[in-house]
């Protein structure tokens, strides 16, 4: 079977309307615009209402996306969601997002952290270039205010919510050029969400301990991301046969300001090259490479032709990266 080009043929993506703003947490935690502005580069996040779960913000990305895709639900040949809040252990979230929108194809969760809609659009992009499949909706949807402790203002100021979805399909030109993927299982720890699992299920003891909640070592995490961004991105980019001169647009998983300004100067790129709207979102952790995919496009920084580096990483641990021209 002959091996196809892969594309994206529509993109979404879906925030919810509730912002809070760095002086809205000053008033929960003992913490300051000041400070969380110029250690991480964040003004603002949005959070999702009580009874919206993933599922429904990865709805609304996903007609968007298969609006601008011009297809129909039906037309769909799998979903996968990238997610590490799904909106329970099982169904999976992709099931009820087909459920959701009327699509009868078939659907599954991935969890890959913040890498997890790289480790999805590779997935997805086997299938259609092998030829099983032509239209896969891959969704990167997140409420991670769910999992958030709001007692902690080491984590509770970092992340949002958002969804964002692509439609993959064959083109003929253009299409993606690399995947490039990493996990160090042993680095877990640094950034993990320890009960409600097979290892520790929900008890009294693990409720009134917080064990519910994201658990991370922030400054080990800030060292492993600005070593992979700069090694997986030039791999990314080598495995594409091109040169860093080559890439028009660095669309960075959006986490904190400072990580992105170090890859930037490893790598000798000019920081207006990266994307960033990470001032608005916070770490949208799988939502974000596509949430800033779908941004720079409706910015007009994204033409036919413009050869754009996504590159992201986060808990397993794990990284991810991809050369897409458009
Ligand atoms: N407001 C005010 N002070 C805070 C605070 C907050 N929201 N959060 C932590 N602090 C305090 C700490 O308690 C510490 O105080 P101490 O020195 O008295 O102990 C001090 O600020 C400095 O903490 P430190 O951890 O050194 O800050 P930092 O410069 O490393 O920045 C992060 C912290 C979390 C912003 C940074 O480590 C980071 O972004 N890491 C990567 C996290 C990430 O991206 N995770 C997601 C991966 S997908």
């Not at 969601?81 to 459920?99: E, R, S, Y």
Request: aromatic share 8%; charged share 20%; with cysteine.
């Amino acid at each position: 079977m002959p091996i196809r080009k892969v594309g994206v043929r529509g993109i979404g993506a879906y925030t919810p309307p509730k912002v809070v703003t760095n002086f809205d947490l000053e008033k929960i935690v003992e913490t300051s615009d000041e400070w969380i502005f110029t250690r991480t580069g964040i003004r603002e996040r949005r959070i999702a209402e009580p009874d919206m779960a993933t599922s429904d913000l990865s709805y609304m990305a996903s007609k968007i996306a298969l609006d601008s895709a011009n297809l129909t639900p039906g037309d769909l040949d799998l979903i996968i969601v990238a997610t590490v809040t799904p909106d329970m252990f099982f169904p999976a979230t992709a099931c009820i997002l087909q459920d959701k929108l009327g699509a009868t194809c078939p659907g599954f969760d991935l969890s890959a952290g913040c890498s997890g809609l790289i480790y999805a659009l590779s997935v997805g992009a086997q299938f259609i270039a092998n030829g099983m499949y032509d239209n896969i909706l891959v969704v990167g949807g997140e409420t991670l205010s769910k999992i958030i402790d709001w007692q902690d203002r080491s984590t509770c100021v970092l992340f949002g919510d958002a969804a964002s979805a692509v439609i993959l399909g064959p083109v003929d030109t253009g299409g993606f050029r690399s995947f490039v993927l990493g996990a160090d299982g042993g680095g877990g720890k640094l950034l993990e969400l320890p009960a409600g699992g097979s290892r520790l299920p929900a008890s009294y003891e693990t409720i009134s301990q917080r064990l519910h909640f994201i658990k991370m070592n922030g400054r080990d995490v800030f060292k492993f991301a600005v070593r992979v961004m700069e090694e997986a991105s030039l791999e990314a980019i080598d495995k594409a046969g091109l040169t860093l001169k080559d890439i028009d647009l660095f669309i960075p998983h959006q986490a904190n300001i400072r990580i992105i300004e170090s890859a930037a100067e490893r790598l000798n790129v000019p920081k207006d090259k990266f994307f960033v709207n990470l001032d608005r979102y916070g770490n949208t952790s799988s939502a974000s490479v596509g949430l800033a995919l779908y941004e720079a496009f409706w910015e007009g920084k994204i033409q036919k032709g413009s050869k754009i580096l996504m590159v992201g990483f986060g808990a397993g641990l794990t990284w991810g990266a991809c050369v897409l021209e458009w």
